[in-house]
């Protein structure tokens, strides 16, 4: 601990040697292509601390030491240009080259350091802001989906709001957690997904059946995309290690824009919009009482007389069509000292289901303040509030979710209401609700107030020529509080049946992260210019708070919606506090011409959710590239060949580590009995070691960008549930074990089909394969999902795919029957430009990958499939056999997930819509998800009863149907 | 500035003293040694819940096989097509494989503080005894559980081992009933040196059985049930003469007196307070997914007054008929008629047609035909069935075993009942395709644990 205040202190001595001898340098930065001046650019002045940002008009000033210095113009979007300005010259003037495969971008290496792009040895993915808010999407995860390489990114379900899964380069755990850790300007947010406790509803828990099947939404879906940046994504541990123990499943780091010097630039985008569902599923038609006859028995009988009536009672649940509306503003200016960006946003999604949506609103202040010229200070907060509306779908034992009620309730009833009253409702005499009625009168609420703030203070002591030395401090708090709220009214038809009519459900969770982080990057650069090292030194303290209280309150009198009114009511808390510690170091090596680029870096943590909370786990890594430039003769093309290798870890679930007793009371008396899981006081954390090689090529004049990545890994010291012989009185007892790998290949490849001033095409394409083998298991194949074997269950089993799905063929053997995992993914997204016009579209495959479709199997079992005569009778039939391979299912689709015609306004009709103030005006029409071509027969190929899972995500039972959506946007600059 | 980074760099040691050692905040652990007078008495308790948890879900499922129960599910199907047709699934948890582990674990839960009760320095050594006897007395009440639901002599007896041991050996269902039976001894004597109070207070189904003499009866009455059984299974007259002798003897609660309450017995509690749990088997009689199999309205006798033996028209109501893959019921159940309604464990009514059959396995028709026509009469409202004495010994048996139907009714016995006396079989499948279950398997977990 000593030697770190030491080198704290050391850096004090550098301070106070600045020359006192300045001049000013002006000018103007432009594109080469459209001559447009260049907002935002940063000009600096090499060898020294001083930096200076272009304004709107392209306009910066800098103020350099006497004599002749070398200005170096850096612009997202475009090359970087180094220039040489003499002793007297106070004017410079830059042309900047398009840089459309961001080769010269910086790209994340480190908690605070970066590389260009061009010499980066690992494949991380950065997604610009443009890319990003090209369509409108309900949430961020969404706007991610087929833009990144080794990302399988799927919704969870339809319901508003969000409950999307990221998954990074395929299965890298079984029981622990499974999101990629996310960072916003630095600090680690939380992106948990809190139950709502619906299933005090559905009781989809019981009947032996796991839980985890509230739908819900992982807190990634409370950030604005509009404020975003760039997203860089870090895919495995090669890339990661310097995250630790929280970054086995990746890292996605989210920065957010910043304010540029000068006069105050309005954006304004307004949209309006509506979706509507993309597929359902409809129940059997019955010809006559014959037909009814022999499903419902004598019961039918009232309804075909002897020709039975239709009502599409399922349609009517999810056709609303319902507008949809956002406004994001946002101003950014300020001086050289002082800049501002700060954004509101105010959105509303509509749902297709009565009483669905989503509702947002956010506001953001990012400032950044120059302290003399060698202290800043970057501060960041947002405020967010968010109201989804979910209605009530996946599993239930209540015959609640509508898609386990339509299967048992034949078309020939109509449940369609006689007015708006709850009474007018009429009851399902086939099943324990009408889900006509549960939707018009259930309410689940979600309402989600975040504050997210960060501040951060630099410090540079030592900029010469040929050092540098940099402090950041960074402290952040992601502090949100989710409050839940379930009502569920006596009157609803099922609510008499468990004795306690009208149900409540209140629940807040509350979560605070803190984090402080301390840097330290050390530049040098020798006389001979050899190479230039920079190392850093980082300490990370992270404190995570999570407190969740549940009230679920039965028996309430009509029209009461007070917990306090209900006869019987059952609390539930979860605390989980977990705190971190971490030191960390690396060291960079640009040498050879800046062609060669060398890494090494290491990182110790301890956590308090490891059962030795003293220990230190080492997450070593290193990384080389080297780049062979003007290949086959051509100045722009180059070949890079880069090789990273790293570890990381996956943190014990909080509660590994121990064995609780369960507790309960009988009669006002208190008991406590021994748990049913048994944890590991030596609980450690799972270590992944990744290799990663890949070739980025530029060729073709620099017209077509390739980047070839492999990698290989392996996860060790898997936490793992081992099942004890039942009669020891245990279910479960953890543990560290067992071995897995997966492999994979990702390509990513640009290519500028033509560019000049009036038209432009550009291509973009993603290949993702992924692999995953279970090495090792020091325990009997088990099953972590599903519904057991005879309905299909993802089996771990050594030797055989992690994803693999498994259930009985008709002799009665448990085979495997699928793989969740898809062949390849495929994304092919096209940007044109023709002069004012714009069109882009992003196309995304998935090929393979298997779904068990258990509402299809419900609506088969209770002969109540709309194609029973031509393929529900066979189906049932041939699972009455004993056969699960029917309701497995190929997954496949082809989505266009996006697509945009826009148009720039000409400047004389933007003067005339708009007056003087708006200088810019754009108009488009976007689409989400409109073309789906999808084989599976089941409600959507994405859906995933169980939420956000390390394997058993795949399984389809009565989703919320997702939707497609379409929207005009207008984006005004003033 | 140089004072606000050392302060930053004192701020970084301050969180490298933090203390990493977060206990578990949401529940205790396991109970420790020399526990406390209030640790004991929530461990009682613990093991009573534990117990608990399997009492309603055994009932319904072994009404379901045993076939006083429907259950139509819509969102779970199995419990008419594992249930009624099968195959049984030992590695389904809910179904098949099911009845196991939540015994066991009132078993451990039974274990861990039997382990330790000595240790407790903050009770007497009549109060631990005390202590013992009714830990005991519950740990046999579930091993006996899994008896009745398990018929392939392989149950683990010796499972008091710690995590990580090896499974504990299987014996033969015989065996393992014979521990029962010492357990049920050995907790009997600790009971005896164990003063005149218990160190605890019971949940109000134990009322009347809360202290030391009163839990003995208990612990009486389930030793003649386990000897009865014993005597079904093979053991013959020396169990049935143990069970005679013990309900004849005033050591349990039996009582045909004229003030005598046939309900009085030992229950578990529900309720819809805070942490407790409502009964399960509560439901609405005329909507819930629960019916009654027609076969007991089928077999109820009529009084002779008028209307149907009073045991099926009070635990039974009419609902409108339901038909589902072929299985019809008219009848709904109000044996649970609330959430706060008790299940036994066991109680008067049962000791006295326990005694019927022992009396009628020992060849005294006499007073078995005493008992069961007392039964008839006075919990059905029937008319007692004349020369029943002179009826052979298996006519006797079948009719105590029709009363045991009505007077036992959604109570989880009857499926275990027709087994050990030999009368499970074709005769009560609804559909053609089911099939009639001697057993539940032993849940695949337990097998491959073994492996």
Redesign the interface.
């Given at each position: 601990m000593a030697h770190r205040i030491v080198l704290v202190c050391v850096g004090l001595v550098f301070g106070g040697t600045l020359a006192a001898q300045q001049r000013a340098i002006a000018g103007k930065v432009t594109g080469s292509l459209d001559g447009k001046a260049i907002a935002g650019a940063s000009v600096a002045v090499v060898g020294t601390a001083r930096l200076a940002a272009t304004n709107g008009s392209g306009e910066y000033t800098v103020l350099a030491p006497a004599g002749p210095v070398t200005l170096s113009v850096r612009a997202v979007g475009y090359k970087r240009k180094v220039l040489n300005v003499s002793g007297e010259q106070t004017t410079a003037d830059v042309v900047l080259e398009a840089d459309i495969f961001n080769l010269d971008a910086i790209v994340v290496t480190g908690q605070a350091t970066g590389v260009e792009q061009r010499n980066l040895a690992n494949a991380v993915t950065t997604v610009r802001a443009e890319d990003l808010n090209r369509a409108p999407t309900g949430t961020l995860e969404g706007a991610l989906q087929g833009k990144i390489p080794g990302a399988l990114i799927q919704e969870n379900s339809g319901a508003p709001g969000g409950g999307v899964q990221i998954n990074l380069r395929g299965v890298s755990t079984i029981n622990a957690s499974v999101d990629p850790l996310i960072v916003v300007d630095g600090i680690i947010i939380s992106n948990d997904a809190i139950g709502n406790n619906l299933n005090a509803i559905t009781a989809a828990a019981a009947g032996g059946n796991a839980s985890n099947q509230d739908n819900p939404v992982n807190r990634i879906a409370d950030l604005n995309p509009a404020d975003i940046d760039k997203i860089e994504v870090l895919k495995g541990a090669s890339a990661a290690s310097i995250y630790g123990a929280q970054a086995a499943n990746g890292v996605i780091i989210i920065s957010t824009r910043r304010g540029q010097a000068g006069a105050p630039q309005f954006r304004m985008t307004q949209r309006l919009g509506e979706s509507h569902v993309i597929h359902v599923l409809k129940s059997r038609v019955f010809r006559d009482s014959v037909e009814a006859d022999s499903v419902y028995g004598t019961k039918a009988q009232t309804y075909c007389r002897p020709t039975c009536p239709y009502f599409d009672n399922i349609s009517p649940l999810w056709d609303r069509h319902p507008l949809s509306s956002e406004t994001d503003l946002s101003v950014s200016g300020g001086s050289d000292q002082t800049r501002y960006f700060v954004s509101g946003l105010v959105k509303r999604d509509g749902g297709i289901a009565p009483g669905t949506g989503y509702d947002k609103q956010a506001a953001r202040v990012n400032l950044d303040q120059q302290l003399g010229s060698r202290w800043t200070l970057n501060f960041q907060t947002q405020a967010i509030h968010s109201l989804s509306h979910r209605g009530i779908s996946n599993n239930d034992n209540s015959g609640t979710s509508p898609y386990l009620v339509f299967p048992l309730t034949p078309s020939f009833v109509d449940l369609r209401p006689t007015g708006s009253r709850i009474s007018d409702y009429p009851v399902n005499p086939f099943e324990r609700s009408n889900p006509l009625q549960t939707y018009a009168f259930l309410r689940n609420d979600e309402d989600v107030w975040r504050i997210l703030a960060t501040a951060t203070l630099g410090w540079q002591p030592v900029a010469t020529d040929r050092q540098t030395l940099r402090f950041t401090f960074t402290g952040g708090l992601d502090n949100f509080t989710q409050r839940n709220d379930i009502f569920s009214p006596p009157e609803l038809q099922f609510e008499p049946n468990d004795g306690q009519p009208g149900t409540v459900v209140l629940g807040k969770t509350q979560n605070t992260n803190v984090n402080a982080l301390g840097n330290a990057v050390y530049t040098l650069t020798p006389a001979s210019r050899a190479y230039r090292a920079t190392t850093s030194l980082g300490v990370q303290y992270f404190d995570k708070s999570l407190n969740f209280t549940n009230l679920v309150g039965r028996n309430l009198p009509p029209g009461q919606i007070n917990i306090d009114q209900a006869t019987s009511i059952a609390v539930n808390q979860d605390l989980q506090p977990i705190r971190d510690l971490a030191i960390f170091g690396q060291e960079e090596v640009l040498g050879l011409d800046e062609r060669l680029l060398l890494t090494v870096g290491a990182r110790g943590e301890r956590t308090s959710r490891n059962g030795n909370v003293k220990r230190f786990f080492l997450y070593p890594k290193a990384a080389a590239s080297y780049r062979f430039p003007a290949l086959g003769g051509s100045a722009g093309d180059e070949l890079k060949l880069r090789a990273a290798w790293g570890q990381t870890g996956n943190q014990p679930n909080f509660g590994n580590k121990f064995t609780p007793s369960a507790t309960g009371t009988i009669g006002g008396l208190f008991g406590s009995s021994a748990g049913f899981t048994a944890g590991a006081a030596n609980i450690r954390p799972e270590r992944q070691t990744e290799l990663e090689g890949g070739a980025d090529a530029t060729l073709a004049n620099g017209r077509l960008n390739v980047n070839l990545t492999g990698y290989t890994r392996t996860v060790s010291d898997l936490i793992l549930v081992q099942t004890p012989a039942p009669s020891s009185g245990r279910a479960a007892s953890v543990f560290n074990g067992g071995r897995l790998r997966g492999r994979g290949i990702e390509v990513a490849a640009g290519y500028v089909v033509t560019q000049t001033p009036t038209v432009s095409w550009l291509v973009h394409a993603t290949f993702t394969k992924t692999t995953s083998k279970v090495l090792a298991l020091p325990v009997p194949a088990f099953q972590v999902g599903g519904f057991g074997t005879s309905l299909g269950a993802f089996q771990v089993e050594v030797g055989k795919s992690a994803t693999q799905i498994v259930g009985n063929d008709s002799l009665g053997n448990v085979v495997q029957v699928g793989d969740g995992t898809p062949d390849f993914q495929l994304s092919l997204a096209n940007d044109l430009t023709y002069r004012r016009f714009g069109l882009s579209f992003l196309w995304d495959w998935k090929h393979g990958g298997d779904v068990i479709n258990l509402t299809e199997l419900l609506f088969d079992l209770f002969r109540n499939s709309e194609d029973w005569a031509t393929g529900g009778r066979q189906r049932r039939a041939l699972f009455f056999k004993g056969e699960t391979q029917p309701y497995v299912q190929d997954a496949s689709y082809l989505k266009l997930r996006e697509a945009t015609l826009s148009y720039h306004l000409p400047a004389s009709a933007v003067h005339q819509m708009f007056g003087d103030r708006v200088r810019n005006a754009t108009v488009s029409l976007s689409g989400r998800n409109l073309i789906r071509i999808t084989k599976f027969r089941g409600i959507d190929p994405e859906v995933s009863n169980f939420g956000n899972q390390a394997i058993a995500r795949n399984i389809d039972v009565a989703p919320f149907p997702p939707s497609r959506s379409i929207f005009f946007s207008i984006d005004l600059d003033f | 500035?140089?004072a606000t980074?050392?302060l930053?760099?004192l701020?970084?040691?301050g969180?490298?003293a933090?203390d990493?050692?977060?206990t578990?905040?949401?529940?205790?652990?396991?109970?420790g040694t020399d526990p406390s007078r209030a640790d004991v008495?929530?461990?009682?308790?613990?093991?009573?819940?534990?117990a608990?948890s399997d009492a309603a879900d055994w009932n319904l499922d072994a009404g379901i096989l045993g076939r006083e129960a429907y259950r139509f599910?819509?969102?779970?199907?199995r419990f008419i097509s594992e249930f009624l047709n099968g195959p049984l699934?030992p590695?389904?948890?809910?179904?098949g494989g099911?009845h196991?582990?939540e015994e066991?674990?009132?078993?451990?839960?039974a274990?861990?503080l039997l382990d330790v009760i000595g240790t407790a320095t903050r009770l007497t050594a009549a109060e631990q005894n005390g202590t013992r006897g009714v830990v005991e007395t519950l740990k046999a009440y579930e091993f006996v559980m899994v008896l009745m639901g398990h018929a392939e002599d392989s149950i683990?007896v010796d499972?008091d081992?710690p995590?990580?041991a090896p499974?504990?050996p299987l014996v033969s269902n015989d065996s393992a009933f014979t521990f029962v039976s010492s357990l049920l001894d050995a907790a009997d004597a600790h009971l005896a040196a164990g003063g005149t109070a218990l160190p605890f207070?019971?949940?109000?189904?134990f009322t009347g059985f809360a202290d030391v003499a009163g839990y003995r009866k208990f612990n009486r009455a389930l030793k003649a049930a386990v000897e009865v059984y014993r005597g079904s299974l093979g053991c013959g007259a020396p169990c049935y003469t143990t069970a005679k002798g013990l309900l004849e003897s005033g050591a349990t609660f039996i009582d045909t007196s004229a003030t005598a309450n046939l309900a009085a017995g030992v229950y578990?509690?529900y309720?819809?307070?805070?942490?407790?749990?409502?009964n399960p088997l509560?439901?609405?009689p005329q909507?819930?997914?629960n019916f009654v199999n027609p076969r007991i309205k089928d077999s109820a006798e009529t009084k002779p007054t008028t209307g149907l033996d009073d045991r099926f028209t009070s635990k039974t109501v009419p609902r409108p008929?339901?038909?589902t893959e072929n299985l019809?019921s008219d009848v709904g159940w109000i044996r649970y008629p609330?959430?706060t309604a008790q299940i036994p464990f066991i109680k008067n009514e049962e000791l006295i047609l326990l005694r019927a059959e022992a009396n009628n396995a020992l060849a005294l028709p006499v007073l078995a035909a005493n008992d069961v026509n007392y039964i008839r009469v006075t919990s059905g409202g029937l008319a007692p069935i004349a020369g029943l004495a002179a009826q052979t010994q298996a006519q006797i048996l079948g009719a105590i075993l029709h009363e045991r139907m009505y007077s036992l009714l959604y109570e989880g016995h009857r499926w275990f009942d027709l087994r050990r006396t030999g009368r499970l079989g074709p005769y009560l499948k609804d559909r053609a395709t089911d099939a009639v279950f001697p057993t539940l398997p032993i849940?695949l977990?337990?097998v491959?644990?073994?492996?």
């Open positions: - | 500035m140089k980074t050392c930053l760099a701020a970084a040691l969180v490298w933090c990493f050692n977060i578990d905040p949401n529940s205790p652990g396991p109970i008495a929530d461990h009682v308790i613990g093991v009573i819940l534990a608990r599910d819509g969102s779970d199907p699934d590695g389904g948890g809910a179904f099911d196991w582990i066991y674990n009132a078993i451990l839960s274990n861990q683990p499972v081992l995590i990580g499974p504990a207070t019971l949940p109000a189904g578990f509690d309720s819809t307070n805070p942490g407790d749990a409502p509560f439901q609405n909507t819930g997914e008929i339901t038909t019809t609330a959430t849940p977990d337990e491959l644990a073994r492996k």
